[in-house]
């Protein structure tokens, strides 16, 4: 892609940036932005949104998804590079069974709200998350795509 800020316009793009704001609704109770516009614009506020979004699919080891441009910018990626990186990559290896379990509690509940756990940039850097929502991306049926996360809080360590 010739603009990296132009992702969010890929069809592919938008609509998972539909499936993240639905299923965000949906489990959280509230919108987690102002959705005006159509789904085309939806995405590109998303991407462009004052916090981070970040997603991943539903395999098994499964492989990140979607980063708003915040996103990208504090794991110190891009695009390319992200839709290539197993999720549990982003954080270090004594962190990951914590991790696990927070994805866990959030694939029975549906969400968990208030997380606060250490992640790593791809350079290395860490970072202390605090006060994410994590939630379960569901379709139109229900059936279970991935999950994501929101935060607008972080502290590098």
Request: hydrophobic share 40%.
């Given at each position: ?76 990626t ?33 969400y968990v ?45």
């Amino acid at each position: 892609m010739d603009d990296p800020n132009q992702v969010w316009s890929q069809p592919s793009v938008v609509e998972w940036s539909q499936l993240l704001l639905n299923s965000y609704r949906h489990w959280v109770g509230r919108d987690l932005m102002l959705r005006t516009g159509g789904p085309e614009e939806q995405a590109h506020a998303l991407f462009m949104a004052p916090f981070v979004v970040v997603s991943h699919g539903a395999q098994e080891d499964p492989i990140l998804n979607y980063g708003s441009h915040l996103a990208l910018t504090l794991w110190e990626t891009t695009w390319e590079q992200l839709l290539q990186t197993p999720s549990r990559l982003t954080a270090e290896a004594v962190n990951r069974a914590e991790r696990e379990w927070m994805l866990e509690r959030a694939r029975v509940q549906g969400y968990v709200d208030n997380y606060r756990g250490v992640r790593i940039s791809n350079s290395g850097r860490r970072f202390l998350v605090e006060s994410a929502i994590v939630w379960s991306v569901i379709d139109q049926a229900g059936r279970r795509q991935g999950q994501a996360a929101t935060f607008s809080r972080w502290t590098f360590l």
